[in-house]
């Protein structure tokens, strides 16, 4: 039979070291790291060595695999790689040539073929992980948010933009994701704003200790939980418990979710010729994040959703920075540099000393209020606005009729109020 000269050179160079184990130069442990074999391996070719002698060396199979793969298939697949994917790990490789060129090799033969060309490195199979909390039950019970400053797009390599995502802990599913020119509170409110109008309120919320989430006196030290950031205020007003992580590890969850991302939307943007931030978060919402929720996300424990409705609840009210001012004696109000005018307000012969709460809501727009009166809104150069037009009123529910059992009897209605019943266990004052 005729052996392949890669065959005969390996069994050329199994047998010198052999030979030489035999002869003590070497021990076999030696042996064994000088071929890539295990111990237990290299004793296997010990015996058949001194069974079969040189011939025992070769391969014994003597008709090729019924399933091995086409040559032409991996020829094609090995170029698909080196011209369209190249940096693409091999997984998103995968599912994309499997999805989009009918590639029907299977992942661990397309792994090894291009590990074996050498386009891609061999890496260290990892640990298994180990988790030290289980994920939340319900859909909506905790929230992470964070951002990732990285180069997102490929094509423009000189920038770099922060990636603000929101991630479901129960699900891992992926429900926002945005570039930023930076993680600044702004971005982090939109974010949240986002989901709390298309899912509702969470239970709580899972961010790190930066500056617009918490308060710390001291590097490294316990966060100051009696002074709230505009971020903690909203949460309070909301009813949402705000989480801090204290390390990176803490945060390993939405750490993985980071470098997943880091791993396959750069190379997507990239294959996509996406170079603005505007496109890039296009692709975002339209693409990759029902692609991504598709394939990542699971079932959670509990049906049950967490998330609570939003109701009545007036989002650009709370999500926005507000902070105390005392109007002028101008009738102007300050606030980071913007001049506020306020115009004459009705009862009042000015507003000069009057302490107000001024926001700076989402969309840029300034606004002055004393308790629930709004004395003024503003765009965000201080010009002033319209004031918006006031929400309809919820009609009223009409009152149940009731009927008497002393009427009843004499065929004669009378219409009573149905006063609303206490819950068992409740008392009145």
């Known amino acids: ?94 599912q994309l040539a499997t999805r989009e060129h009918g590639v029907r090799l299977s992942y661990s033969f397309v792994r090894l073929a291009l590990q074996e060309a050498g386009l891609v490195r061999k890496r260290r199979a990892r640990g298994r992980h180990r988790r030290r909390r289980e994920p939340r039950p319900c859909l909506g019970e905790l929230l992470h948010v964070d951002g990732s400053p990285h180069p997102w797009l490929a094509l423009c390599p000189e920038s770099r933009q ?39 309120l969470p239970q709580a919320l899972y961010t790190d200790r930066a500056g617009w989430a918490f308060v710390t006196p001291k590097a490294g030290g316990p966060v100051d939980r009696t002074q709230l950031t505009q971020l903690g205020r909203a949460l309070a007003r909301l009813g949402i418990e705000h989480i801090g992580a204290h390390s990176p ?69 709370i999500l926005c920075e507000e902070a105390d001012r005392v109007v002028g004696g101008d009738n102007v109000v300050r606030f980071d540099g913007v001049a506020l005018q306020l115009a004459k307000q009705r009862g009042r012969p000015t507003c000069a000393g009057l302490t107000v709460l001024v926001r700076r809501h989402l969309d840029g727009r300034h606004s002055v209020w004393r308790g629930v009166m709004a004395l003024g809104y503003f765009d965000a150069a201080g010009r002033i606005l319209a004031r918006p037009a006031p929400r309809p009123a919820a009609a009223p529910q009409p009152t149940p009729l009731v009927y008497s059992h002393r009427c009843r009897a004499r065929g004669q209605r009378t219409v009573r109020p149905q006063r609303a019943r206490l819950p068992v266990g409740a008392t009145t004052l």
Not at 22 to 46: K, N
Not at 258 to 266: G, P, Y
């Open 1 to 94: 039979m005729a052996y392949a000269e890669v065959v005969v050179e390996r069994a050329m160079k199994l047998q010198e070291v052999i030979l030489r184990a035999l002869a003590g130069t070497l021990t076999w442990l030696q042996a064994a790291d000088i071929i890539g074999l295990h111990p237990r391996t290299m004793r296997r070719w010990r015996a058949r060595f001194e069974r079969n002698g040189a011939l025992g060396l070769y391969d014994r199979r003597r008709r090729p695999s019924r399933r091995r793969a086409p040559a032409r298939e991996v020829q094609q697949v090995l170029q698909l790689y080196r011209e369209q994917y190249r940096d693409f790990n091999v997984r998103h490789f995968h």
């Open 162 to 200: 922060t990636l603000i995502t929101v991630v479901d802990d129960a699900t891992k599913r992926l429900l926002y994701a945005q570039l930023w020119p930076a993680e600044t509170l702004h971005a982090v409110l939109t974010a949240l704003a986002h989901v709390f109008r298309e899912c509702g």
């Open 249 to 317: 590890q803490a945060r390993g969850r939405s750490e993985r979710v980071n470098r997943t991302l880091q791993d396959r939307l750069v190379n997507e943007l990239r294959r996509a010729g996406i170079s603005t931030m505007d496109a890039a978060n296009a692709y975002l919402l339209e693409q990759f994040i029902p692609d991504y929720n598709a394939l990542f996300s699971r079932a959670p424990a509990d049906p049950t959703s967490a998330f609570v409705g939003l109701g009545p609840v007036d989002l650009d009210t």
